[in-house]
Nanobody, 123 residues
Framework: QVQLVESGGRLVQSGGSLRLSCAAS????????MGWFRQAPGGERVLVGA????????YYTDSVKGRFTISRDNAKNTVYLQMSSLRPEDAAVYYC????????????????WGQGTQVTVSS
């Protein structure tokens, strides 16, 4: 079992940067692939990016490639989402999620979820 707590969301200007953190508790954190999802008002929850349990493999959705970076520190049981060149369309509630095994790209493939953190981007 893994418990996830996101932090770092806030209001930021368009073009700005922000780093989200997801702190995990649980003895087997390092055996989980981690994903960052986002959900805008009225929209579906969609994958932003994911990182393998080792941290060597990452995946990004096309709209954030080159702007967002996922990393993890297994010693600190934390995964990060560094976001730069933020756009108004990046505004959403951001969730981190964990699953046993390899990186996955859909909501249903993840087993554990955080409560989310709000990112607002002003134009």
């Amino acid at each position: 079992q893994v418990q996830l707590v996101e932090s770092g969301g806030r209001l930021v200007q368009s073009g700005g940067s922000l780093r989200l953190s997801c702190a995990a508790s649980g003895r087997t954190y390092s055996t989980y692939a981690m994903g960052w999802f986002r959900q805008a008002p009225g929209g579906e929850r969609v994958l932003v990016g994911a990182i393998s349990l080792s941290g060597y493999s990452t995946y990004y959705t096309d709209s954030v490639k080159g702007r967002f970076t996922i990393s993890r520190d297994n010693a600190k049981n934390t995964v990060y989402l560094q976001m730069s060149s933020l756009r108004p369309e990046d505004a959403a509630v951001y969730y981190c999620a964990a699953r046993v095994g390899r990186i996955a790209t859909t909501v249903s493939e993840y087993d554990y979820w955080g409560q989310g953190t709000q990112v607002t981007v002003s134009s």
